[in-house]
């Protein structure tokens, strides 16, 4: 495994509250990614950070915010959760070349 | 925005087949191409990209893919498949320049014993 380590693995929640998932690095890798993973659509880019303090949005980003304040932190935030954000979230860095590592994966539930 | 299709979602075949899954995308300019497969309960792991040259890479276990720019597509083979190929599998576009990386909806290949 590439050095990437999600937290929390499961997390159940209830509609309205905030949650945050995390995902770590110790490789050092400029990029960063969140992706959902849902039956019928794959993996779906959420944001992306190309740097510290330095994201971008990806084509499902509505209701979620991320930051990344260190090189090997990379949050991601539901401000509000939704039942429409039950899924497997994961995690992906990538370096200077163009292959992607990916995390464990977050299943997170939302009540 | 550039789309990757995967026409088959579910592919069941029996041991000794041979396999081949469509990827198709839309994206004009010079592409990163991947195939990931994730077994049951894994995450996901890189079974082989194609950056430049030879249209036809090999990857792991067997598995190969031909990039064919006139038609955008990289379709994955296997000329024999086992039981333990059963996983879900999923092409990947990354245009040259930019960082981001999309991905097709999967397809979910079960092996028979």
């Known amino acids: 495994d590439a050095g990437i380590t999600q937290s929390p693995r499961h997390k159940v929640t209830e509609t309205g509250t905030p949650v945050t998932l995390r995902c770590h690095q110790t490789e050092n890798h400029r990029y960063m990614y969140w992706y959902r993973q849902d039956p019928g659509h794959g993996l779906r880019l959420i944001h992306y950070?190309?740097?510290?303090?330095?994201?971008d949005k990806g084509e499902v980003s509505d209701g979620y915010s991320v930051s990344r304040s260190k090189t090997e932190d990379f949050l991601l935030t539901l401000e509000s959760a939704t039942s429409s954000q039950t899924s497997v979230y994961f995690c992906?860095?990538?370096?200077?070349?163009?292959?992607?590592?990916f995390g464990q994966g977050t299943r997170l539930t939302v009540v | 925005a550039q789309s990757v299709s995967q026409h088959n979602h579910h592919v069941i075949l029996s041991e000794a087949a041979s396999l081949e899954l469509g990827c198709n995308y839309s994206?004009?300019?010079?592409?990163?191409l991947f195939w990931y497969v994730q077994y049951p309960g894994q995450h996901l792991q890189l079974l082989l990209k194609?950056?430049?040259?030879?249209?036809l890479v090999k990857g792991i276990k067997g598995f190969e893919a031909e990039f064919i720019k006139s038609k955008f597509s990289f379709n994955l083979r296997k000329p024999s498949v086992q039981w333990s190929d059963t996983a879900e599998y999923f092409c990947a576009v990354n245009p040259v320049n930019n960082n981001d990386m999309r991905f097709g909806a999967g397809t979910r290949l079960t092996v028979k014993p």
């Open positions: 950070s190309y740097g510290v303090k330095d994201t």
């Open positions: 994206y004009g300019g010079t592409v990163n």
């Open positions: 194609y950056f430049s040259g030879d249209p």
């Open positions: 992906a860095i990538k370096g200077a070349g163009p292959v992607a590592f």
